[in-house]
């Protein structure tokens, strides 16, 4: 005779079976049972993620920007990197920077003498004017031009390079990613940004020249006699030093979120977008901290 197969029913009555079922069952309820992590330990964990991960990027983009200062005494120089990075931050900003900076003079003289005006003190507009620009405006605002326009094409670019792996690539041919992408962009930044800011003070000082004197008729010597008494050398050095500083944090802090982009299309996208508005707080934080440590109270 045939021997006839075990039936599903035979094989669910053997006892092993039904050890085996069983094993499985109280490992299931005690899955289910098993308590998670106390509600003090969930709310603490998220109240303190975003401060960790704050601090998890702050420590990544000093790192990068430590990284890039090494490389850049290290040869080889990518010289050819280099200049076309400065004609990309200096020559491709200089018109938007000189436009906003004429605007900005302009609007700023205007909201000045409606002020001023109040005391018979329009003659104090020039001198007032030009040290706005000089401690605070011009280097602020060229920074946030330069953000705008250079900084999230940075971001972008790197990023791009990211997710397609051409990073990888730089990598495997024994060339270092930050030497031959990062550095150029953090050099040509923190060269250009003082330039531009000059730039984007003379041009607002000529836009305050044509509303104050011009269209409102006050005395041209007063107007450049009050410039020569209010500006001192040591608010230019403050612009200088502000501009190279906004142009490291900016440079560097684009270059890394570009650097670190994840998740395709869309994660370029959100790197963009991190990059412009973590410069834009990074320069007006420092320029805080550069104002005290640099005025005399």
């Given amino acids: 005779?045939?021997?006839?197969?075990?039936?599903?029913?035979?094989?669910?009555?053997?006892?092993?079976?039904?050890w085996r079922a069983k094993g499985v069952e109280s490992q299931v309820l005690s899955n289910e049972l098993e308590p998670g992590p106390p509600f003090a330990t969930r709310v603490t964990e998220?109240?303190?993620?975003?401060i960790l991960d704050a601090l998890d990027d702050v420590g990544a983009t000093v790192l990068l920007g430590v990284e890039a200062v090494f490389w850049m005494v290290r040869p080889p120089f990518r010289w050819a990197q280099l200049l076309l990075a400065l004609d990309f931050v200096g020559a491709g900003s200089t018109f938007i920077v000189a436009l906003v900076g004429l605007f900005t003079g302009m609007a700023f003289t205007v909201s000045t003498i409606v002020g001023f005006r109040q005391f018979s003190a329009e003659g104090m507009v020039g001198g007032v004017?030009?040290?706005a620009l000089t401690r605070e405006l011009a280097p602020v605002l060229t920074s946030v031009v330069v953000t705008a326009r250079a900084g999230s094409t940075m971001a972008s670019e790197l990023g791009n390079m990211r997710v397609t792996e051409q990073i990888d690539a730089i990598t495997t041919m024994g060339v270092s990613p930050v030497q031959y992408l990062v550095v150029p962009r953090v050099v040509a930044t923190t060269l250009m940004l003082p330039l531009l800011a000059v730039c984007f003070g003379v041009?607002?000082?000529?836009?305050?020249?044509?509303?104050?004197?011009v269209w409102q008729g006050i005395d041209p010597g007063l107007f450049?006699?009050?410039?020569?008494?209010?500006?001192?050398?040591?608010?230019?050095?403050m612009m200088l030093v502000k501009s190279v500083c906004f142009g490291l944090i900016v440079s560097v802090v684009c270059c890394k979120k570009g650097f670190h982009a994840s998740g395709g299309a869309r994660g370029v996208g959100e790197a963009t977008a991190q990059a412009v508005v973590a410069s834009i707080v990074a320069i007006?934080?420092?320029d805080y901290v550069i104002t005290t440590l640099l005025t005399e109270l």
């Fill in 224 to 237: 450049f006699d009050k410039i020569k008494q209010f500006v001192e050398v040591r608010d230019l050095r």
């Fill in 284 to 286: 007006f934080a420092s």
């Fill in 203 to 213: 041009v607002g000082m000529a836009g305050a020249y044509i509303v104050a004197v």
């Fill in 46 to 50: 998220a109240l303190l993620r975003p």
């Fill in 129 to 131: 004017v030009a040290l």
């Fill in 1 to 18: 005779m045939s021997r006839v197969a075990p039936s599903f029913f035979t094989t669910c009555s053997r006892p092993e079976f039904r």
